[in-house]
């Protein structure tokens, strides 16, 4: 099945274990641009090079590097017949870029699936789950505040994509299972 999808949620929403049971479901590759960013540092690419150097410095990568990024891997083999992104587009400037690179080789996104979830039970979530992993640093002050950042910075670009009648909203509060139903039953109408 081809699918051009976009992921977005809040941090403890389920995204990394969404976007793989999508990936197998649709036959299509999930790309994080953190894994993006990891394989072309450890690479020593042109481009893993130049975003070394920001991280480095502990600056945000600038959205040309990140752009030419997702363009290299969006062009390899596997995502020819589609892809599920996850971390990008981050901005109103990545959302204009990601519709000219699919624009400039004939294709337009399917759908863009914005995973919803409770503050409260997403607080609980990531609490628990820094206490499994051993993350003293994830305290609930500063898991509120991730949420906040997020929700700031995603806010417009959900309404960008609603108002072009992309945007489907799913609860990603659940089983595994149902969420992953939820989600398909969702992106039906889009995918025919």
């Not at 929700?151 to 509060?173: C, H, M, N, S």
Request: glycine share 8%.
């Amino acid at each position: 099945m081809s699918a051009r999808l976009v992921l977005l949620g809040p941090p403890g929403a389920g995204k990394g274990t969404q976007a793989a049971r999508l990936s197998d479901r649709l036959g299509i590759p999930a790309i994080s641009t953190g894994d993006i960013f990891r394989a072309n540092v450890a690479e020593q690419t042109e481009l893993g090079k130049r975003a070394q150097r920001y991280m480095d410095a502990g600056e945000y990568v600038p959205d040309e590097v990140t752009n030419a990024m997702v363009r290299d891997r969006l062009a390899q083999p596997d995502a020819a017949d589609g892809f599920l992104l996850d971390g990008y587009p981050r901005t109103a400037d990545q959302v204009d870029e990601l519709e000219g690179m699919l624009s400039a080789d004939g294709q337009r996104l399917h759908a863009v699936v914005e995973l919803t979830a409770d503050t409260d039970e997403v607080v609980t979530r990531l609490l628990k789950r820094a206490e499994e992993q051993g993350r003293p640093d994830d305290t609930e002050v500063v898991i509120r505040r991730r949420l906040e950042v997020y929700a700031e910075q995603t806010a417009p670009l959900a309404a960008t994509y609603a108002a072009r009648g992309l945007l489907v909203q799913v609860d990603g509060i659940g089983g595994l299972d149902e969420v992953t139903e939820r989600i398909m039953t969702a992106l039906a109408p889009h995918l025919n």
